[in-house]
């Protein structure tokens, strides 16, 4: 690619698959930050919730899929979103449009994905996370995009810095200090899923 061959996302749409804390946050992001019109497929999250911030909810993932110019994928992985994104899905994207990927890498089909990118269906992608981890040049489902001028692949890898590492010993240390003076586990999350199957530990957050 040339040097003027980038976009800018001013007035394009941007369309976010799952509007969680990390969703909003990009949404917040490329909406007020850099004036793109953001579009939500949340089908957990209220819609007024979503307007109340400047999002317009999508209730179909194949709309939103057709009307995004970038399509960046948050959910959850689970169940409902293993596979969520597959040829059907990417088939749906216009042809300018670019997905970014920084959930987790088996809510979309990744051999669909390849596809889709190696026959020109879509403009680009930019992926931080894998099915499989680590990511390889060789062996990988995704090690056909490597050398791709219009794929970015990142290491999954933003949360190893100093800080974070010494927070993680320090996490740990607190939670081992909780089991050894009896009291109950301490578990940093705000997910009910996670809060509905888990009993005999303290949630925060």
């Known amino acids: 690619p040339g040097p003027h061959d980038a976009n800018d996302i001013a007035g394009k749409t941007v369309g976010i698959v799952g509007a969680g804390r990390i969703g909003r946050a990009f949404a917040q992001m490329a909406g007020a930050g850099f004036g793109a019109h953001v579009i939500a497929y949340s089908p957990h999250t209220p819609p007024a919730e979503l307007m109340q911030i400047g999002i317009e909810p999508v209730a179909d993932l194949m709309e939103l899929m057709a009307r995004a110019d970038v399509v960046s994928v948050h959910s959850v992985l689970n169940d409902e979103t293993r596979g969520l994104i597959g040829a059907k899905e990417l088939a749906a994207m216009k042809p300018s449009a670019i997905i970014l990927n920084v959930a987790r890498g088996a809510v979309i ?22 099915s499989q ?31 974070a590492m010494e927070r993680l010993e320090l996490e740990t240390l607190a939670r081992c200090r909780e089991v050894l003076a009896g009291r109950p586990v301490t578990v940093k999350s705000p997910d009910p899923r996670l809060r509905a199957q888990t009993t005999g530990v303290r949630f925060e957050g």
């Open 109 to 130: 089909d990744e051999a669909a994905l390849v596809r889709a990118l190696l026959e020109g269906r879509i403009a680009g992608a930019g992926l931080d996370v894998y």
């Open 133 to 163: 981890e680590p990511l390889m040049l060789e062996g990988h489902p995704l090690s056909p995009l490597f050398g791709m001028d219009n794929v970015i692949l990142l290491p999954h890898l933003t949360f190893f810095t100093h800080e």
